[in-house]
Every structure is written in C-alpha cells, then in structure tokens.
C-alpha cells in the first residue's frame, strides 16, 4: 500500500506536463502544490486532473495504490511562490520552453530555496548548462526530461549540469522510481539529450523515404507501428541485435557490412517544408483531420493503448 510521503512537492508550471506529473506524484503518495502565475491555469488544471482520475479509476486504471479522492486530496494549488516552495524537497519546473524564461524562474527560486531541495527542469531540449548558469543552487539542479504523456509512458531522462553534485541525480533517480516512473541517467549532457537524437533519426530518415516516394506517408507509419515498434516495446535496439543472432559478436559478424552500406546511402537533413511537407500534411490530415475533436480522440486512444500496454509490460516483467 502506497503511504503518503513525507515532504511537499512543487509543479512549477500547471499546463499539459505539470498536470500530468502532479497526478504521478499524488500517485506515490507525495503531497503535490501546483503552482502558476495564472489562477485560472490552477483552477482548470485541478478540474481536469480531477476528471481525469475519476475516469482512471472508473476503468480501474487509476496509478498507485491511493483512492482517487486521496490522491486528490494531496494536490493543491498556489500562485505565491514563497509559500509554495516552503517544505519542498523537490521541485520540478514546467513554464513554456524558452531560454529566458527559465533562466528567470530558476533564479528566482535559487533566492528562497534551501540546500537540499531538487530544482528540476522538465525542459525537452534546453541544456542544463545554459539553463542553471551562475545559480548558487546549482549542485542541487537537473533536468528531468519526460515524455507526453508522462502519466503513460515511464521514461524520464535525467541529465545533469557539469557542476550537478551525483547525489541530486542519485536523490532524482530515487524519487522517480518512487512514483513508478522510469529514469535513465545520461552521463554528461547533449543536444536533443537521447530520446530526441533516437526520435530525430528516425523522423529524418522517414521522412526522405516518403520525400522520395519510396513508400506512402500511411505505409511508413505501418512500418514502425506493426513492426520495428512492436519490439521496440519491450527490448531496446542492442538487445534486438543480441538476439536476432547469437548475441552481439555473432550480429555484426554477420550484418555490420550491410548496415555500414545502407547507412552510407542516407541523405542529408531534410527541410521538413515545401512540396514534401504539403503532401505529407494532405495525406495525414485525410487519416487524422485537423481539429479539435479528432485530435482528443485519437490522442485519447492512444492514451489508453499506453495504459494497457504499460500495464501488459508490468505483468510480463513480473513473470
Ligand atoms: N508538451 C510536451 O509534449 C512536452 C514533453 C516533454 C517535456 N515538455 C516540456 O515541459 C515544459 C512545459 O511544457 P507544457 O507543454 O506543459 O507547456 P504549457 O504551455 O502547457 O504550460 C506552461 C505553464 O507554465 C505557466 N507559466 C508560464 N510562465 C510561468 C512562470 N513564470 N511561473 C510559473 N508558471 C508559469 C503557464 O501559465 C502554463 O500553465 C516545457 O519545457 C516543455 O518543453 C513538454
């Protein structure tokens, strides 16, 4: 049974990421302040997580092991910064992805905060180093770079400053296990940190095959659902190369010479503009159309086959 935790935590930002991640932490049973500049983001962001954990739980799906009125019960929201940060052991920060934007939040936390809390960014691409520069708390500062929608997809990567002391990664790994996530540690930062130079390749390469007509915008899409993502699921690229031989050493015997030869055969970064994008936008907006209700409804449907999928994942794990 998931006990409440001792310490607040801080969603600095209430938009799409910090609900999800206010949510994940109720989840594990740790007191979540919600806070924003805009009340109104507070009051629309305690609705929807409201809505949202009653449906969950409705579907038996509700994260953790705390009633949806308990979890509820954990959040509450703020628009004063002082109070919001006063017992904090960790803040994680979700304002819009803009350089100076965060520069400023992060050095106004760094005035009232003591020497032990976490001040964590959930920034996709902006690097540690630009962003925590000149702060006094910067030992005590990482990103933690989440994935949409985090509530369903575990992953978080956890990238550190050059000046980062290893027990903020140490203490960040800790707290994201705690409320079932799942972090990785990137050893030293870089552009695009991992997920987003794996994802970027792949978007690149798709999108030249399309470009150049070998394969339609629905078939490419069929290629990675129906396949290379079917196992992607589960195992990762190197252990698909273990075991689609007898291990490592035997696969590149066998394959390193075709795949040095392919690889050879990639083109340049695309524009991702003109006539390939036009296409591109027609043939995906003929499957998904562009407005408000089929976008919810199919991200809702991809929601739910996450859920079940990280719910099958558990089950297999524990077998
Ligand atoms: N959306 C995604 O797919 C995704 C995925 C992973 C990481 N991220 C990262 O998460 C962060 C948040 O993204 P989002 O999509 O939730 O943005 P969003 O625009 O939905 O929410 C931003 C929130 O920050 C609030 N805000 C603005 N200025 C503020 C300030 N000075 N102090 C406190 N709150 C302030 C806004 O009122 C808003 O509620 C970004 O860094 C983004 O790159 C986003």
Same mark, same amino acid.
């Given at each position: 049974m998931t006990s409440t935790q001792d310490g607040s935590v801080v969603i600095f930002g209430s938009g799409l990421i910090g609900r999800s991640w206010a949510m994940l932490f109720a989840s594990g049973g740790f007191k979540v302040k919600l806070y924003d500049i805009e009340q109104q983001q507070i009051t629309n962001a305690l609705e929807n997580i409201r809505k949202e954990m009653k449906t969950l739980e409705q579907n038996g799906?509700?994260? $953790?092991?705390?009633?949806a009125d308990q979890q509820l019960a954990l959040i509450s929201g703020c628009t004063d910064i002082k109070v919001a940060v006063e017992g904090a052991i960790y803040i994680q920060e979700c304002t819009p992805e803009n350089l100076d934007l965060k520069k400023k939040v992060f050095s106004q936390l760094d005035l009232i905060v003591d020497d032990k809390v976490i001040l964590s960014s959930s920034s996709s691409c902006l690097l540690p180093s630009k962003m925590f520069v $000149?702060?006094?708390?910067v030992k005590q500062c990482i990103v933690a770079h989440p994935v949409n929608p985090p509530y369903y997809v575990p992953l978080v990567e956890l990238v550190p400053h050059p000046?980062?002391? @290893?027990s903020t990664m140490e203490r960040t790994y800790a707290i994201m296990k705690k409320i079932g996530q799942s972090p990785v540690k990137i050893k030293k930062e870089i552009d695009g940190f991992i997920l987003n130079r794996l994802q970027y390749a792949i978007i690149s390469e798709a999108w030249r095959l399309v470009d150049e007509g070998l394969v339609s915008p629905s078939d490419l899409d069929i290629v990675m659902s129906d396949g290379l993502g079917m196992r992607y699921a589960f195992i990762g690229p190197l252990e698909t190369m273990h075991l689609n031989a007898e291990g490592m050493l035997d696969y590149c015997n066998r394959y390193s010479e075709g795949m040095k030869r392919v690889l050879k055969t990639f083109g340049p970064i @695309?524009?991702?503009? $003109?006539a390939g994008l036009e296409k591109v936008h027609q043939e995906m907006c003929a499957r998904i159309p562009v407005d408000p209700a089929h976008l919810a409804a199919r991200r809702q449907w991809r929601d739910e086959c996450l859920m079940k999928l990280a719910k099958l994942k558990s089950q297999m794990q524990a077998e």
């Open positions: 799906i509700l994260k $953790g092991s705390l009633s $000149g702060l006094k708390h000046e980062t002391d @290893p @695309p524009d991702f503009s $003109g």
